[in-house]
Structure formats: structure tokens, C-alpha cells
């Protein structure tokens, strides 16, 4: 469309294209920092002032002693662990619950439907979860990452209304072949909702991939710790020490210091990687989710 | 919800079956169907309305060696307790303030970033402007939080400007007048592309052809976002606003317990972060589970009429 453009509607291009690109680099500059950071060399990071718009030096050894370190290793692997065992019991117990709250002659439906969505409403708290947790004896046990968080119930819901929009039709001639709930579930349902489980498998592994309040109340082994508690460690408490006992101490807080950059990338590196791919199922996400919040 | 029609409704009319007959064969008819929600009433009992039956504890001097039942009853102590500690007025003040902080400046900014992005020419550079501002949503907290005291450290960057500027250097993290500033800006800078979507989505609900027409009557663009994109994704707005303000007193504590420490908790410490404190750190546990109880009643009295209000403006905002 080719409508002429006044002198203030160009002057409020312009002005707009800036204003973005400015929030663009402020969103991103952060991130570029710790990456020019992570290379850079120690002892030259730690003299430089000011923004770094290109590395001091270029040095892996923060690399080095981050992957070198048995417990960015094993928590690396835990994390992992939690991200696939989660979401796949995340997944199982959500389609579950939705496709049997999707059907529409279901006599205990709705008082079903109000036990599960009076939690969104009202909750015991973080205490008497705690001692839940406790008396079923799973304080110190993988298990207490996965079972309580085994049902987001916005993503219940979220579900259930994805499937309550495939047509009736589809199920009602299964059900005359003689498809039992089970069949109908995985030959019509599931193949009809490839969009809504990626979004599902999005919503719940980023969550378990960037949870750490629960590891850190419910677990007390170190081994058990997913990579968010000892990120935490290194960045927050300051306690790259551990990392660095065969460097010589004159050295000690230049490394610790690029060594937070590096475990900070990473960390994320998985996250940033997989981004792209996931991009496309933003929108749906957000607006299943808007519909019936 | 939907209140779909029950089996019961049409037979009971029809063939008087009574109430026990059609629990009877519903349950015969869709066995499985029971079956599949086994695991997921189970775990709704037991992970969330078993610590409701746990909260009791509120009223008790809850001793873990004692157990749930055969802790004490001390009725409303550990509530008036509370009430009457100095903390009572903090925490309510800082979480009242953080909310309302974030409802002022934290809610507005996704809907100028959505109006910016919508008048954007280039589609490219819209995808782009989009795709970065979205990817903070994604990074751990545990990685933001951990940026945020690095660049706000005495020697950070922010403090490197500061001194560069002839400012002097404040370790900002360590000062309560700053504490709500770096929480809300951060949230915002954290969630402003996300928030966007939503927005994005009603705005490309408009229709084209009011544009046009109101190209024809000479209307600026200016004139063009004032008349009928902001009222195009007004209903929008005021759901969001309604939700928001539902979750009002619910500032969640993980942020918090990150960012905040002794030094500033005069104004960073709210209402979740203390009940986490208090139970889990002074193991105070019938204290802290009463101020728990106290914050979850607050926030089901606000959802509550948050919901309604919201059900009154989708009936109203259908002009």
C-alpha cells in the first residue's frame, strides 16, 4: 500500500526503528558481555572498567576448569535426568487428565473438574507441602522434583480445552469400530495434537530445566543436585574456590571470576539452542493459554 | 466452565433412574475413562489437598517429632502473633508495593512494545525485534540473577558508568531504597517480549478495512492508533489488567531469595519469602505455615473476584 507519508509519520519511523533497536541491545547486551567475559583473559578482565565490547584477551581455561568440574558434570547429568523424566510424567498425567475431562457424558466430570481447579484457587502452602513431601519419605530422593510438580494445572487445562476442539465426529465412529478410550486416545486425539504437545514439552522442560527453589528445600546430597543449585553456588555465594584448587592462589580471583562467565554460558548454551526451533509454537502457546485464563 | 448436561438431567426426567443406578452405570460404561484420572485424582490429593489438610498445623505448635495430630492446639496464637509483629506491616507493605510497582511499570510495557512492533514497516526487522526480546523469558533466573548482582557489584558495569559519569560508586544490592527498583526493572526487562505476544495476537485481530477507512477520512497514524488500535486491544487489556490485579499479594519468593539479603530486607522482604524463612530456615513451622495460610486466603478472596470481574467485562467489552 503506498500511502504517501507525512514528515511526522517518517520522523516516527525512524524514532520507533531506534527505540527498538535500543531495547534489542539492551536485552542482548548482557549476554554478549558474559560471553566476551568467558574468553576473556583473567588477569586483563579484572583490570578492564567500563563495557566490554570485545574480549580482553582470548583465553578457554574458564572452559576448562568448568568442564573439568566433577560437579557442573554430574549436576549437568541430573539436570538432564530431571528434564526428560519430568516432562515425560508431566506429559502421561496431562494427556490423561485432560482427554478423561474432555468427554462429555462423564457423570463425576464436574465435580472433578472443580476439585482440580480449586488448587489454582487456593493452596496449603509451602509448609505443609514441605512435610507432605516429608512423611511420604522422599525428602532426599529424585522423586520429590518429580511428583510434586507432576500436573501444572493451567496446562491441564490448557490441554483439555485443545482436545474439547477436535470434533466429535472422529471419536464417535472410532467408537462404533469398536475404539475403546484408550485407542481413541492415541489414534485420534493424539495425532490430531502435534501443535498443543510441543507446547506442552515446552512449557514443562523449560521449567523443570530452570527449577531449583524445590531441589534446594527437598534435596541434601550434593550428587543429587540439578545444575541451577550449583550455578547458584558459583554465582551468588561466590564460591568458585572449590573450582580452582590446582591454581596457583595468586591467581584465584581473576579465574573465579571469568569462571562465573563461562558456567553462565554453559549453563544456557542448551536453552539458546534450542530456541529457534521452538519459536514457532510461541504464539499458539500463548494464546491456548489466554483463552481460558 | 461449561456446564455440559449430565446423563442424569436427561434420564431422570424420562425413566426416573435414580441417582445411585446412573453412578452405577456411568461407572460400568467408562471404567477406563476412571481408570486414566486415577493418577491424576491421586496426585491432586495427595500434593495438593493434603498439605491443605496439613495446614492445620497454623493452629497448632507444630512439632515434627510430634506429628500433625499430636502437636498441641493453640488456636489463633500463632496468627495474632503475627499480626502483631513488627513484620506483619513489612511484609504486607513490600509485597503491596512490588505488586503495584510492577502493575505501573511492568504492565504498560508490553502493550507500547506490541504498538511499536505493530507499526513497524519491515517485517524482517519486526521477527528479529521479536525473537530477541522473547529469549529472556527463557534463561534460568538463577543466570539472571547472577548477571543482575555482577553488573550491579561496586566494580560492575553499571558502576563503571556511574564512576566514568564523575557518579560514585553504590553497592546497589545492599541498599533497601534500591531493591524494588532492580526487581521491577529486571522483571520488566525479563518479560516485556513475552508479555507482548498476547497483544501482538489482538492486535492482528483488527480489522483491516477500519484502517483504510480511516485513511480515507484523512487520519493520521497517529490519529489512526489512538482511535482504533488501542480500542481494538482494549477488551485485551482490561482482562490482563483484571488477572493481574488477582494476583496482587502472590509476589513469588524465588526472585526474592535470590536478590535480596539482611541488608535490604526492610524493603524486599514480602510476604512469601518470610513464610520461607521462617519454616524452613528458623524452623518455625505453626508461625509460618499461619502467615502461609494468612497470604493463601488473601490471594483465593482476590482471585475470586478477579474471576468475576473478568466474567463482567468479557459480557460488557462485547461492543
Known amino acids: ?293 | 466452565m461449561e456446564n455440559p448436561v449430565t446423563p442424569i438431567d436427561v434420564r431422570g426426567g424420562i425413566f426416573r433412574t435414580s441417582r445411585l443406578q446412573a453412578i452405577k452405570k456411568d461407572f460400568a460404561k467408562r471404567k477406563l475413562i476412571y481408570f486414566m484420572l486415577l493418577p491424576v485424582v491421586a496426585f491432586y490429593v495427595v500434593f495438593h489437598y493434603w498439605p491443605m489438610y496439613g495446614a492445620i498445623i497454623a493452629f497448632k505448635n507444630f512439632s515434627p517429632a510430634r506429628g500433625i495430630l499430636g502437636s498441641e492446639w493453640v488456636g489463633y496464637q500463632n496468627f495474632q502473633d503475627f499480626f502483631r509483629s513488627y513484620y506483619f506491616f513489612r511484609v504486607l507493605r513490600n509485597t503491596f508495593l512490588i505488586s503495584i510497582y510492577e502493575l505501573i511499570f511492568g504492565f504498560p510495557a508490553p502493550i507500547l512494545l506490541a504498538l511499536l512492533l505493530n507499526e513497524l514497516r519491515n517485517k524482517w526487522y519486526k521477527r528479529v525485534v521479536q525473537t530477541v526480546t522473547y529469549l529472556p523469558h527463557f534463561i534460568s533466573l538463577m543466570v539472571i540473577c547472577g548477571v543482575v548482582t555482577d553488573f550491579l557489584a561496586k566494580d560492575g558495569v553499571i558502576n563503571d558508568a556511574i564512576a566514568f559519569f564523575g557518579g560514585s560508586r553504590e553497592s546497589f544490592l545492599l541498599l533497601p531504597q534500591w531493591f524494588r527498583t532492580i526487581f521491577v526493572s529486571t522483571s520488566i526487562w525479563q518479560q516485556v517480549g513475552w508479555g507482548s505476544i498476547i497483544y501482538l495476537a489482538a492486535l492482528s485481530g483488527i480489522d483491516q478495512q477500519l484502517y483504510e477507512a480511516a485513511r480515507m477520512d484523512g487520519a493520521g497514524r497517529f490519529r489512526q492508533i489512538w482511535h482504533i488500535t488501542i480500542p481494538g486491544i482494549a477488551p485485551t487489556i482490561m482482562i490482563l489488567l483484571i488477572l493481574q490485579t488477582g494476583h496482587m499479594m502472590n509476589v513469588g519468593f524465588e526472585k526474592i531469595i535470590l536478590l535480596y539479603n539482611p541488608n535490604t530486607f526492610e524493603t524486599a522482604d514480602v510476604i512469601s519469602s518470610f513464610v520461607y524463612r521462617k519454616g524452613l530456615l528458623e524452623m518455625n513451622y505453626g508461625y509460618s505455615a499461619a502467615v502461609g495460610l494468612f497470604n493463601s486466603l488473601i490471594n483465593f478472596t482476590l482471585l475470586i473476584l478477579a474471576n468475576w470481574a473478568s466474567k463482567m467485562a468479557k459480557q460488557t467489552s462485547l461492543w
Open chain 1, 1 to 293: 500500500m503506498a500511502i504517501r507519508r507525512t514528515w511526522g509519520e517518517k520522523w516516527f519511523d525512524g524514532v520507533n526503528i531506534a527505540v527498538l533497536f535500543v531495547l534489542m541491545a539492551a536485552t542482548l547486551y548482557p549476554l554478549i558481555y558474559v560471553a566476551f567475559a568467558s574468553v576473556s583473559d583473567p588477569s586483563l578482565f579484572v583490570r578492564h572498567s567500563g563495557l566490554l565490547l570485545y574480549p580482553q584477551g582470548f583465553t578457554i581455561e574458564a572452559y576448562k576448569l568448568v568442564l573439568n568440574n566433577p560437579m557442573i558434570y554430574i549436576s549437568y547429568l541430573n539436570t538432564l535426568l530431571y528434564v526428560v523424566a519430568g516432562t515425560v510424567l508431566n506429559l502421561a498425567m496431562t494427556i490423561l487428565g485432560a482427554y478423561a475431562l474432555s468427554r462429555k457424558d462423564l457423570y463425576w466430570k464436574n465435580a472433578i473438574t472443580l476439585v482440580i481447579v480449586f488448587t489454582m484457587f487456593f493452596s496449603g502452602g509451602l509448609i505443609p507441602l514441605y512435610f507432605t513431601v516429608m512423611d511420604l519419605g522422599l525428602l532426599n530422593n529424585r522423586l520429590a522434583l518429580l511428583l510434586p510438580v507432576a500436573i501444572n494445572t493451567m496446562n491441564l487445562i490448557i490441554m483439555r480445552t485443545s482436545f474439547l476442539s477436535i470434533p466429535v465426529d472422529l471419536e464417535e465412529s472410532a467408537t462404533i469400530d469398536g475404539a475403546n478410550d484408550f485407542t481413541i486416545l492415541q489414534r485420534v486425539i493424539l495425532p490430531l495434537s502435534g501443535p498443543i504437545i510441543a507446547v506442552m514439552i515446552l512449557y514443562y522442560g523449560v521449567a523443570h530445566w530452570n527449577s531449583w527453589f524445590n531441589a534446594m528445600i527437598f534435596l541434601r546430597d550434593r550428587e543429587l543436585y540439578p545444575l541451577q543449585l550449583i550455578l547458584r553456588e558459583i554465582l551468588l555465594s561466590n564460591s568458585t574456590d572449590t573450582m580452582m584448587t590446582d591454581v596457583s592462589s595468586v591467581n584465584k580471583t581473576p579465574v573465579g571470576e571469568t569462571i562465573k562467565y563461562a558456567t553462565i554460558i554453559v549453563a544456557t548454551i542448551p536453552i539458546l539452542f534450542v530456541y529457534p526451533f521452538l519459536q514457532r509454537y510461541f504464539v499458539k502457546g500463548v494464546m491456548i493459554g489466554a483463552l481460558k485464563g
